[in-house]
């Protein structure tokens, strides 16, 4: 089963512009965390926010938390070409003993 | 270096044949996981382990199996019960601190069927 559910499934910009990709979830989180694919790539963890946080910074990365609305938003500022990929949530459910559930993703696609 | 390896990066499976995927991690991490990654899809947890000779299905452990001898390592093994198995196959692994919470990852197994 996918906890997440992200949103856009594919967004396209030009470099310079601002990125945001949504993400939902279902049940209640320890934590939450982003992480990025390249195209046949493991993943790379970018950040990591938790239950008890509402924003963080890492970067040109923020991440928003809204528990109350079981849903959390990664904005990339100033994107470069070199950030297209694949980003995926994932959740770090309560009581579910180190296990993380991934979301579907968004491909994101930075053109010069 | 420290990191995580996969091998082999391509691996191509006959029907009816079992092949096994490795998966080796040099971080004295505890817990080990297996994904399965479809085309355009998020991961799917396969097995996890948190200590060595212990072990615990996913969400889609049918047609694999696992095991872990030793700490450094985490071998999957892809059944011929496991009728549908061309996909991508990432292994991660993490500390079970409480405050260290990342998986890292390798670089995958991508196995298809001849």
């Known amino acids: 089963s996918q906890q997440g559910e992200e949103d856009p499934q594919a967004l396209s910009i030009q470099e310079g512009e601002n990125a945001t990709m949504n993400c939902s979830y279902k049940?209640?989180?320890?934590?939450l965390q982003w992480y990025r694919q390249n195209s046949g790539r493991g993943l790379v963890h970018l950040i990591l926010?938790?239950?008890?946080?509402r924003e963080k910074h890492s970067g040109r990365l923020r991440v928003t938390l809204d528990t109350s609305k079981k849903s959390s938003s990664l904005l990339i500022t100033a994107s470069r070409a070199a950030d297209t990929a694949s980003y995926f949530c994932?959740?770090?459910?309560?009581?579910?003993?180190?296990?993380?559930?991934f979301g579907t993703g968004t491909r994101l696609q930075v053109t010069l | 270096d420290g990191g995580i390896t996969q091998s082999p990066k391509y691996l191509f499976r006959k029907e009816g044949q079992n092949v096994t995927l490795s998966c080796e991690q040099n971080?004295?991490?505890?817990?080990m996981y297996w994904y399965r990654q479809d085309p355009g899809q998020g991961l799917r947890l396969i097995y996890y382990?948190?200590?060595?000779?212990?072990?615990q299905k996913g969400d889609i452990a049918e047609g694999y199996s696992v095991s872990r001898e030793k700490k450094e390592s985490f071998p999957l093994t892809v059944t011929s019960a496991q009728k549908n198995p061309t996909a991508f196959y990432l292994c991660?692994?993490?500390?079970?601190?409480?405050?260290?919470?990342?998986?890292?990852f390798g670089p995958g197994t991508r196995l298809l069927v001849l």
């Open positions: 991660a692994s993490r500390h079970l601190a409480q405050t260290q919470e990342t998986q890292y």
């Open positions: 049940t209640s989180i320890n934590n």
């Open positions: 926010i938790r239950s008890n946080e």
């Open positions: 994932a959740t770090d459910a309560t009581g579910t003993a180190s296990k993380l559930t």
């Open positions: 971080l004295n991490h505890d817990a």
């Open positions: 382990s948190q200590i060595v000779n212990d072990f």
